[in-house]
C-alpha cells in the first residue's frame, strides 16, 4: 500500500496556497487540496487497493496540473 497521506498531500497544498501570489494557481491548487480532502475523509471505506489507485490518480492530476500551470507562467 502507498505511504502518501491525502491528509498531508491537503497541507501541502494549503501552504502552496499561502504562499502563492498568483490568483490562477491558488484556484488550481485549492481544486486539488479539495481532492485530497475527499480522498481522506473517504479512506476507510476504501480497500487498500481503491485508496492505492485514488492517490495515485490524484499524484498524477497534482503533478500534471502543477506542470501545466508553471508553463503558463514562463
Same mark, same amino acid.
Given at each position: 500500500?502507498s505511504q ?16 502563492? *501570489? ?5 484556484? #488550481? ?10 480522498? /481522506? &475523509?473517504? @479512506?476507510n471505506s476504501?480497500?487498500?487497493?481503491? *485508496? ?5 490518480? #490524484?499524484?498524477?492530476?497534482?503533478v500534471t496540473?502543477?506542470?501545466?500551470? /508553471? &508553463?503558463? @507562467?514562463?
Open positions: 500500500m502518501i497521506d491525502p491528509w498531508e498531500k491537503a497541507a501541502e497544498c494549503a501552504r502552496a496556497i499561502q504562499i502563492s *501570489l498568483d490568483p490562477h494557481h491558488k484556484n #488550481i491548487l485549492s481544486n486539488i487540496q479539495q481532492m485530497w480532502v475527499a480522498l /481522506a &475523509r473517504e @479512506r476504501l480497500s487498500a487497493e481503491d *485508496l492505492a489507485k485514488e492517490i495515485e490518480s #490524484i499524484g498524477r492530476l497534482h496540473l502543477a506542470r501545466m500551470d /508553471a &508553463r503558463t @507562467r514562463h
